[in-house]
């Protein structure tokens, strides 16, 4: 069965919410969805003074366990327009993967999180996209079929560069309805390239 890995970081718990809606759309194109995230790097007493969200379910994720999909769809909130180093730090230890080309042809996307409108979706996008295309992974993106990324009538994250969510300054924001339609529009369509190419 064709198998799709959800590889996320989130501080707060909006880009884990995204993550979910990334897994059941792929699933419900018919294939096999783990979700997985990747280590945190800050030290526990630091993450419970600034309120992160440590009771997250999903599993952390090896270098390793990359291998074993034929689609990898990444998520992580923007820092300072720019993926942050939790997800940098997994990448940068898979040079062994890289040297192996352990994941050249496999199919790769991006969604993120950001607190306000214009504070870098579309380059935090591209700094996580990058680790894949080195990787030698086919890209996608959100197409415009997904046209809850045209609306004008709501603030609403969506790119045709990825699935993307606002999270307002203080992460009062909730994930919205068009975003989590956005976010599993992403993992189908993902996963039809992936069983297609397979
Ligand atoms: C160090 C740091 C840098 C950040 N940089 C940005 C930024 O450049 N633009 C922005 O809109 N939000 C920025 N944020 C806000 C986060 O992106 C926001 O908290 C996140 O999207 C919420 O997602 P999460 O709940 O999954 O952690 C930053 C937050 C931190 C802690």
Known sequence: ???LLVLYYSTYGHVETMAQAVAEGARAAGIEADIKRV???VPE???KAHHFKLDQAAPVATPDDLAHYDAIIIGAP???GRLPAQMAAFWDQTGGLWLKGALIGKVGAAFTSTASQHGGQETTLYSLLSNLIHHGMVISGLPYSFQGQLTLDQ???GAPYGATTIAAGDGSRAVSANELDGARFLG???AGLAKKLA
């Open 1 to 3: 069965m064709t198998k």
């Open 39 to 41: 280590p945190e790097t």
């Open 45 to 47: 007493e630091i993450a």
């Open 78 to 80: 923007t820092r300072f």
């Open 155 to 157: 603030v609403s994250g």
């Open 188 to 190: 189908q369509h993902v």
